[in-house]
């Protein structure tokens, strides 16, 4: 049973597009984190947000956490060839310190 | 530099052979973790350390073992390999910060091949 469901699971765009991809569940997380991985490497944390409605961003990159704490977003503005890469949502179900991960999106940024 | 590291990096073992995964962590963190990725399942749990001296299962943990040796060090073990092992595994480390959330890190995997 996958209890989070990351779309589209591959995108592949123009450099200078934007982008967003979805993290969903029926389950109510205490958190969520945002992950990009590269080929050979293991993943490297983005980002966590912990309350419900929270906005972050990081460079070009914008993250939104769903009001109900069951869902969570990621969009790039003017993506760029470097940001190609395997991109990973997890999410705590009880602040247990054990993640669930999403089947991850691999997103392609052509020049 | 700080963060996790794993060893090996590759490994190739036939079927019934066994092999220790190690991952050493020097960032002080309380909860260590391994975790398995396969193409199109994301990263599966298999076992978790919350804190020296404890251990559990995570969702996959048919056919291994775990070892918390110490606050620094966690080990995976295979007691006999099987094929359906062939994976990356990936060894992580947090620290739990209640209410503010916290973030793993991980070391850059160990490439397994069953044949």
């Known amino acids: 049973t996958q209890l989070l469901e990351q779309s589209p699971q591959f995108l592949s765009i123009q450099e200078g597009e934007n982008l967003t991809v979805y993290c969903n569940s029926s389950s109510v997380f205490s958190s969520l984190q945002w992950y990009r991985q590269e080929p050979g490497e293991g993943p490297v944390l983005l980002v966590t947000?912990?309350?419900?409605?929270e906005v972050k961003k990081l460079k070009r990159l914008t993250f939104q956490f769903g009001d109900a704490r069951k869902d969570s977003s990621l969009h790039i503005t003017a993506a760029q060839p470097g940001d190609t890469g395997l991109y990973l949502c997890?999410?705590?179900?009880?602040?247990?310190?054990?993640?669930?991960f999403g089947q991850g999106t691999t997103l392609q940024v052509k020049p | 530099n700080a963060g996790v590291t794993q060893t090996p990096k590759f490994q190739v073992l036939k079927t019934g052979q066994s092999m220790t995964l190690q991952c050493a962590q020097d960032m002080n963190h309380n909860s260590m973790y391994w975790y398995r990725q396969d193409p199109g399942m994301g990263l599966r749990l298999i076992y978790y350390?919350?804190?020296?001296?404890?251990?559990d299962k995570g969702e996959v943990p048919n056919g291994y073992n775990v070892s918390r040796l110490n606050k620094r060090e966690f080990s995976l073990r295979l007691e006999s390999a099987a094929p359906s092992q062939t994976s990356v595994y990936f060894c992580?480390?947090?620290?739990?910060?209640?209410?503010?959330?916290?973030?793993?890190?991980f070391g850059s995997g160990t490439r397994l091949t069953v044949v």
């Open positions: 947000v912990v309350t419900g409605g």
């Open positions: 992580a480390s947090s620290e739990i910060l209640r209410g503010y959330g916290y973030g793993y890190t």
């Open positions: 350390s919350a804190s020296e001296g404890t251990t």
């Open positions: 997890a999410g705590d179900i009880g602040n247990t310190g054990k993640l669930i």
